[in-house]
Structures are given as structure tokens and as C-alpha cells.
């Protein structure tokens, strides 16, 4: 999630970390030359990743079928983040987005009744902000967070309608507009709502789902407005959608395409 410009990156380790997400993703048995080809690589490069990842027992060979699965030796890493709180996993992640685009964000928990609650907060230092307090809640259409709700639920007009005025809006926007950035929001994972919640208050968000399709976090950039421009904004959108997607393949165990 950290710009990595000017960085020298290692090809090979990239690659391989493809073919791991690819393998992850399908879920099934694939033999060298199918991964080489959804992978984009040369045959003769994917299969000495595949042979490598496969004595190092994070890839499991079937001699006979000539078949690659993720291996049980992935487990010798992710054996430390078994049971631990997700908030602990999330933290780096939506504290670099914080640093990098200097914006303070929230972290929300949607809750079973349809309210968001707010478990914590990432910020940059030095810049000013506005402060919620751990705990605040808010009806889970308000703002956002509710937009990008609605577009991810899959809502009916009329069902949006009944949501949007279940909200207590400073400076209530027309429920048109509201209903143009859902529509908008099923595309690009991610909202705004520019001073309608709250007055002077320039909110960007995304939420993660499990595994099941449920909204289970919320995540919104929070600033005063005029610190951030409109492309700022939505370059800040973009990478909270990105840590949404990642939120949920590697906490929620969502798979691409789900």
C-alpha cells in the first residue's frame, strides 16, 4: 500500500507471489503450463517457480497428475496470525494510507442492526483533524460508508430510499445524488460524501465483506474540507478500496471472483 516509486523491485519474487495468489484464488489443481499462461510468464520461468515453491513446501506437486496446490508449509507463516484480532492485522495497512495521502481514517465495525461503530483510528502526524471518539455510532447508510453499504448489498432504489431516511444529516443531500454515488460506488468499491453528514467534513470510504457476502468493516478518510483536493480525494479512494480487497482475501478468506 506504500508508493514504492524509484524502488528496485525483485521480478522473480513478484512472479511468484502471482502464481501464489493465482493458485489461492482457483482453488483447485493446475499444472505448470495453464499456470505460465493465466499468470502471463514463460513456461520455463513459471516452472522454476513452481519447482522452488515447491521445495520449500509452500506448493504441493502431484507427480502423477503434474499439478500444483498451495502447500501446508504456507502455514509456517501464517501460523502467528491465527486468532489474533483483525484490528491488529488491518492496523498497518490503513496507517500507511494514513501517512501517505496525510489523512486521518476510521476504522468501522457494521453491525448485525445496520450501525456502524467505530473501533479505531489511523492518522498522520502533524495535520489537523476532526476527532470522533472510539465507540461513536452511526446509522449504517450515513455518509460513505452507507453509499459504498448500499451499492455492496445490492440494495433496490426503494430499499436505499428507507435507509437514507433512517439518517440524521447536517446538510442533507438530495436522495438522487445519493442514489447516483451507489449506483457509482458498485463499480469502484468506494464513496464520498463531501460535507452532508457532517458540515465541513470531506469523507472518502470502502467496506470489506466475508466470505459470505456480509458487510463486516468500514474504513473512511476523514478531513476538513479543503485540505484535500478532488483528485487527492480520489486517489484516497482508490487505495482504501484496494486495502478493502486485501482486508478481505486476507482476513475474511474471500476469494477473487467471489
Known amino acids: 500500500m506504500v508508493d514504492d516509486t524509484g524502488q528496485k523491485l525483485v521480478p522473480a519474487v513478484q512472479n511468484a507471489m502471482i502464481i501464489m495468489r493465482l493458485l489461492a484464488a482457483s482453488g483447485r489443481p493446475m499444472g505448470a503450463t495453464q499456470i505460465a499462461r493465466e499468470a502471463g510468464l514463460n513456461v520455463s520461468s513459471a516452472f522454476n517457480i513452481l519447482r522452488t515453491l515447491s521445495h520449500e513446501g509452500l506448493l504441493s506437486f502431484d507427480p502423477e497428475a503434474k499439478t500444483y496446490v498451495i502447500g501446508m508449509g504456507l502455514m509456517e507463516f501464517a501460523a502467528p496470525l491465527l486468532g489474533a484480532n483483525p484490528a491488529d492485522l488491518i492496523r498497518p495497512t490503513l496507517t500507511a494510507i494514513a501517512q501517505e495521502h496525510q489523512v486521518a481514517i476510521a476504522l468501522w465495525q457494521i453491525t448485525a442492526n445496520e450501525r456502524i461503530v467505530l473501533i479505531d483510528r489511523f492518522t498522520a502526524p502533524n495535520i489537523v483533524q476532526a476527532v470522533m471518539s472510539r465507540s461513536s455510532r452511526l446509522p449504517v ?98 487505495a482504501l478500496a484496494q486495502a478493502a480487497r486485501q482486508i478481505e482475501r486476507g482476513v475474511f478468506g474471500l476469494r477473487a471472483g467471489d
Not at 180 to 188: G, I, K
Open 141 to 238: 447508510f450515513a455518509g460513505a460508508v452507507g453509499r459504498v453499504y448500499a451499492a455492496r448489498q445490492g440494495l433496490t432504489k426503494a430499499q436505499t430510499r428507507k435507509g437514507f431516511d433512517s439518517v440524521r444529516w447536517q446538510d442533507e443531500p438530495e436522495f438522487e445524488t445519493y442514489w447516483a454515488d451507489v449506483q457509482a460506488a458498485r463499480d469502484s468499491g468506494t464513496a464520498q460524501d463531501r460535507g452532508h453528514l457532517f458540515r465541513g467534513l470531506d469523507i472518502v470510504a470502502a467496506l470489506s465483506v466475508d466470505a459470505a457476502g456480509v458487510p463486516r468493516l468500514g474504513m473512511s478518510s476523514i478531513t476538513i474540507t479543503g485540505q484535500q483536493t478532488d483528485e487527492s480525494l480520489d486517489t484516497v479512494g482508490a
